[in-house]
């Protein structure tokens, strides 16, 4: 039957659980499709898009989730000063846009997003994290 094959994306989603030794369920699959999607979304965002095709779930489960998420690598996450934090699968990685207006967030390709040799003389450098600030054309 067509309604029981199992698309690609689902599959992928099982498969990132699995190997991210997580049990597959279908709250945490409904919300890795949600971020599929490829916005940034805060926890309510991410509650009420997940909940409309579910039917039921809490925010403290969301919240659950995206913890067991993040430390498996699953997903990122963004802070938003002033505002809530967003999240998004975890993909190649990218800079980010962030909107002084309205909060939002887009992804952004720099060619050099990782200077090395940058970190104050005895720092370990962990990471760079480039944010691009400005309004977005929404808010311009």
């Known amino acids: ?29 409904e919300v890795l499709h949600v971020l599929a999607s490829g916005e940034h979304l805060d926890v309510e965002a991410l509650t009420t898009a997940a909940r409309d095709r579910l039917g039921t779930l809490t925010s403290q489960a969301v919240y659950d989730m995206l913890r067991h998420f993040l430390e498996t690598g699953l997903v990122t996450k963004f802070e938003r000063p002033g505002r809530p934090a967003v999240f998004e699968l975890a993909t190649e990685p990218h800079q980010h846009a962030l909107c002084t207006g309205c909060g939002r967030v887009a992804n952004v390709d720099l060619a050099e997003p990782e200077p090395r040799g940058a970190a104050p003389a005895g720092w370990r450098q962990e990471s760079v994290e480039v944010i691009l600030k400005g309004r977005c054309p929404d808010c311009a």
Do not use: S
């Not at 992928?12 to 699959?29: E, F, H, M, N, S």
């Open 1 to 29: 039957m067509a309604g029981d094959a199992i698309t690609a994306e689902r599959a992928a989603a099982i498969q990132q659980l699995r190997d991210a030794g997580l049990r597959v369920t279908g709250p945490r699959l």
